[in-house]
């Protein structure tokens, strides 16, 4: 089993839509959880952080759900710059250690 | 400067040459990281640097060989490469021990070996 899976997508969805997608992990011993967005031919920058009792920032929703072991990201109100690959990543126990999901591809189109 | 800062930002080079990777990062932070990113692949784990000592290495062969001499640098040494290494070689800087460790990244050296 991989350590982090996502469903690569595409999500292609209208502007002012809400989409959703979600990432499982195998490490129940992780504490940290990320979301971050890459850009085309661009390096990964971080979205937000995941913590358990769920959190916003402006229009994205964080959730996380230890006893199924994933995280799930939703973006509400979708703009066209908000096109991207979005990055599951997980800590798998260790500090400085982070394992990386393959990515899950929004297109918002007009 | 701020940020991490990875030079070149492209690499072309020949299965022959010899060629090195730089990273700086100016975020005091006190961990950097080497990643390879293949297409439609997840980031892959190559080499941790915390406090300038090594601390992982993940089966990456001896063709990539790291170097750490202080905590703000890091280096990427090139050698003999193979066409399948063509990627991009993302560097990465955290600060080990604050809660929270998110990366901050480089921009990316997007090697071609010819």
């Known amino acids: 089993r991989k350590e982090v899976e996502q469903d690569p997508g595409p999500f292609n969805v209208p502007e002012g839509a809400t989409v959703a997608f979600n990432c499982t992990y195998s490490?129940?011993?992780?504490?940290?959880f990320f979301w971050y967005r890459q850009d085309c031919r661009k390096e990964p920058k971080l979205l937000m952080s995941?913590?358990?009792s769920g959190n916003e920032d402006g229009r994205f929703t964080a959730q996380l759900n230890r006893a199924s072991q994933y995280i799930s990201l939703l973006i509400r109100d979708s703009k066209l710059s908000d096109s991207a690959t979005y990055l599951c990543v997980v800590n798998m126990g260790e500090d400085y250690k982070l394992s990386f999901g393959a990515g899950t591809t929004v297109t918002v189109r007009a | 400067e701020t940020g991490v800062t990875q030079t070149p930002r492209h690499l072309v080079m020949g299965m022959t040459n010899k060629k090195s990777l730089k990273c700086e990062q100016h975020l005091g932070h006190n961990a950097m990281y080497w990643y390879k990113q293949s297409a439609k692949k997840p980031l892959e784990l190559m080499f941790v640097y915390s406090l300038e000592e090594r601390v992982e290495n993940n089966s990456v062969p001896s063709r990539f060989s790291p170097e750490c001499p202080n905590s703000s640098h890091l280096f990427l040494h090139l050698h003999t490469l193979q066409p399948e290494d063509s990627a991009l070689y993302l560097c990465?800087?955290?600060?080990?021990?604050?809660?929270?460790?998110?990366?901050?990244f480089g921009s990316g050296t997007r090697l071609t070996v010819v």
């Open positions: 995941v913590y358990s």
């Open positions: 490490n129940s011993a992780s504490q940290s």
């Open positions: 990465a800087s955290s600060h080990i021990g604050q809660g929270d460790v998110g990366y901050t």
